[in-house]
């Protein structure tokens, strides 16, 4: 069997590509509406969960912004960087900020007054982790794995991370599905069947995905 | 015979090339809702932001640029052709690397950083960043042409001015100036047209947020994550804004806007 090719970019971005008639195999997306839009479009056939993720507040080492608890997100002057809210990790992080906002302990303003903070919306999220790594922004909201995988920009400056309490946390649902153009239809199936079973499980656990299974942890 | 046919094919393909993916573009544009996308305010926005950032780093451009483009094409020093290369290279920079390049000069954790800090000044994410970016990329364009148009003036009249009793001021305002202007109007042109498409650089220094640094290539590049419809009704307002300012300008000036033709 020939050895996979991998095309990397934003869900949306992958779709816009495949409904332009791009030939794939197999698609993997980072959210529901993404996939949803693919089976509406009539691309994929049967997606599956695949993993979940979950998100987490990222800062420089040096903190520049003396960020210790996550109400200080909203403190005004501070620099955040997010993603835009089209990408899916963007849209988690708001709905994020409006389970915070509806806790007493953060209170309704929470959220817009970090939002007010937000200096850039990065149309990618690994972006926003290099902005936080540069030390150019005073904290980020990735996932948990772009946390601690190994990055372009590591050598310059590393992070600290701020967890976000589980009540509060989103779990992002990773899907996968083959597609109906697909030209190595046998391989894509044989790639999904071996992801979703154990050593697949297994191997995204090590990068810090949560399992597919039935009841997601955050 | 056969090679005026054989001109005309070169041209023909040559122009079908440049051209036809932009009339692939316009031909998709949906123009049932373009009305009504022309209102969204994140079009206004951006349109807004693209057409002032652009204007002020042409004036930038122009300002900086034109003393250097000067001083490369009339006068003689140790090191011209050391700083002509550089100069010239931001142009062949990725804009990515240029953005990431402005980052590590003017950010927070720059070279300038700290002493920029100190005087309360903050440029990245700022339309000051925008600023920068756009005339970081362009200028060697504006400049580069600016030289050849000085450059291209004939030594002759100007000497025969200096031998009628002209001194350099003189010189240079009634007789290089004008004779350079068309081709400082076409590098100005080039420049304004750099600045419009910038993206990488921009992105990166500058970061995208609607309304203080979405400029139409950010919004375009961030509408393609929504859905493509929105992204080719603001590729095309881009693209028809763009011609209606270039049309505007050469009215106006009454020249073509090629450098050195007459």
């Given amino acids: ?218 | 015979m056969i090679r005026r046919l054989g001109l005309a094919l070169v041209c023909a393909v040559t122009v079908g090339f440049l051209s036809g993916p932009l009339v692939a573009l316009l031909l998709r544009v949906p123009l049932a809702d373009l009305a009504r996308r022309l209102a969204d305010p994140i079009v206004v926005n951006a349109l807004r932001l693209s057409l002032i950032s652009t204007v002020v780093s042409l004036l930038l451009m122009m300002a900086f640029g034109t003393p250097l483009a000067y001083a490369l094409a009339r006068r003689r020093f140790p090191g011209k052709w050391l700083v002509e290369g550089l100069v010239e290279l931001p142009i062949i920079l990725p804009p990515a690397v240029a953005g990431v390049a402005l980052l590590f000069t003017f950010g927070r954790r720059g070279l300038l950083g700290p002493a920029l800090a100190a005087v309360g000044v903050d440029i990245a994410f700022s339309f000051a960043a925008v600023v920068l970016a756009q005339t970081f990329v362009a200028a060697p364009f504006y400049i580069k042409a600016a030289r050849i148009s000085f450059a291209d003036v004939p030594e002759e009249l100007l000497q025969a001015a200096a031998t009628e009793g002209a001194g350099d001021g003189q010189v240079f305002r009634h007789i290089l100036a004008p004779l350079a202007l068309p081709g400082l109007l076409g590098g100005a042109v080039l420049g304004w047209a750099r600045a419009l498409g910038e993206f990488g650089a921009t992105i990166l220094f500058a970061g995208n947020f609607p309304g203080r640094t979405q400029t139409m290539p950010l919004a375009i590049y961030l509408a393609l994550e929504t859905d493509l419809d929105t992204t080719l009704v603001l590729a095309a307002i881009l693209v028809s804004t763009s011609f209606v300012f270039l049309l505007a300008f050469k009215l106006l000036t009454g020249r073509t806007v090629d450098a050195g033709m007459a």
Avoid: C
Wanted: glycine content about 10%; proline content about 8%.
């Fill in chain 1, 1 to 218: 069997t020939p050895p996979a090719q991998f095309n990397f970019a934003g869900s949306q971005a992958l779709l816009a590509q495949l409904k332009q008639g791009a030939s794939a195999d197999l698609f993997i997306t980072a959210d529901a509406p993404t996939m949803d839009a693919a089976r509406t479009a009539g691309l994929v056939l049967s997606p599956q969960v695949l993993a979940r993720n979950s998100l987490v507040v990222v800062l420089p080492s040096s903190n520049p912004g003396g960020v210790r608890t996550l109400a200080d997100l909203a403190r005004p002057g501070l620099k955040i960087v997010l993603a835009a809210p089209a990408v899916p990790v963007g849209s988690y992080t708001l709905q994020v900020l409006d389970k915070l906002a509806a806790d007493a302990a953060y209170g309704p303003g929470f959220k817009a007054g970090v939002l007010a903070n937000v200096v850039s919306q990065e149309e990618n999220v690994r972006r926003v982790l290099t902005k936080v790594q540069l030390g150019e922004a005073d904290a980020g909201i990735v996932y948990r794995t772009d946390a601690r995988a190994p990055t372009a920009a590591g050598g310059t400056q590393t992070i600290t991370i701020l967890d976000i309490p589980p009540a509060a946390n989103v779990t992002a649902v990773y899907y996968i599905a083959v597609l109906k153009g697909a030209v190595a239809l046998q391989a894509a199936s044989a790639f999904q069947t071996y992801a979703l079973g154990p050593d697949g499980q297994a191997a995204l656990g090590r990068f810090g995905f949560l399992p597919a299974g039935p009841t997601p942890t955050p």
